[in-house]
């Protein structure tokens, strides 16, 4: 059952607060485990009424989507037919709800809330949470504490199966895997909606540069082929995911 918060106000309702909050209350983009800890013990009850306020009936280690503004975006939105174009991992913090996250243009950090949805576009997002995986009372969420693995990893912009970079999807995939919870999994490439200026602009306006057509000494089309046979993780995939269950939801119904 979806759980939708009554008279949720807008984003900009509640920025102003989140924006204080960011102000005074900064944390390094990299935290060590004995920090992770007093920043989640020490969060307040004035920054969790501004997150539920925003976010709804929100639970740390909650899925965060949004559709994002860039040619990233375009790609995936024309290959898999959904507007979840980018993902992260919900926590909880002192200074008010942060977003864990991968992007093209700093890797695996930390992002405040209300800078991840100002990225949105019409600043909406989607919920979801694992079931049957509620956080301890005491303690962080252990798909948090996973993806602290990887933080400072660089960003997979080739979408290759690997862990050695990543993107949004596949921090959110290895992470779960982690803690024994798959979301999802691994879709051909060529088996999406790839066939359009979109999907293949995004993937071969740099295919010299590609690390497997590069081995091998391709042209244009055979690198296609290549990077149509790859292996990845979309956030459209892992939203229908059976093992997660929708919270709430900001997109207008079509």
């Not at 106000?9 to 204080?20: E, G, L, R, T």
């Not at 503004?69 to 174009?85: F, I, N, V, Y």
């Not at 999807?169 to 691994?186: D, H, Q, T």
Request: glycine share 6%.
């Amino acid at each position: 059952k979806i759980a939708t918060p009554r008279a949720q106000p807008s984003f900009k309702d509640i920025a102003p607060y989140m924006a204080f909050n960011r102000r005074f209350c900064m944390r390094p983009k990299v935290l060590n485990h004995v920090f992770w800890t007093s920043v989640f013990l020490s969060f307040s009850s004035a920054n969790t009424a501004f997150a539920d306020q925003l976010l709804g009936n929100w639970q740390r280690g909650d899925l965060i989507f949004q559709e994002t503004r860039d040619l990233e975006a375009e790609m995936l939105k024309a290959a898999t037919g959904s507007r979840l174009t980018h993902v992260g991992i919900l926590r909880a913090s002192g200074g008010g709800p942060i977003v864990v996250e991968a992007t093209s243009d700093g890797d695996v950090y930390e992002t405040e809330l209300d800078v991840f949805l100002q990225r949105g576009v019409g600043h909406d997002y989607e919920i979801y949470r694992i079931k049957n995986l509620a956080p301890p009372k005491d303690w962080y969420h252990p798909i948090v504490l996973a993806a602290t693995d990887y933080f400072n990893w660089e960003y997979d912009l080739y979408y290759r199966k690997g862990e050695s970079e990543i993107n949004s999807s596949e921090l959110v995939y290895l992470s779960a895997k982690k803690i024994g919870v798959e979301l999802g999994g691994y879709e051909r490439l060529g088996d999406l909606n790839v066939e359009n200026e979109a999907t293949r602009s995004f993937f071969l306006d740099h295919w010299k540069h590609h690390p497997d057509c590069r081995e091998l000494g391709s042209n244009r089309e055979s690198c296609w082929s290549i990077i149509k046979n790859q292996l990845v993780i979309t956030p459209a995939s892992l939203a229908r995911s059976q093992k997660l269950e929708l919270v709430v939801s900001t997109f207008a119904k079509n």
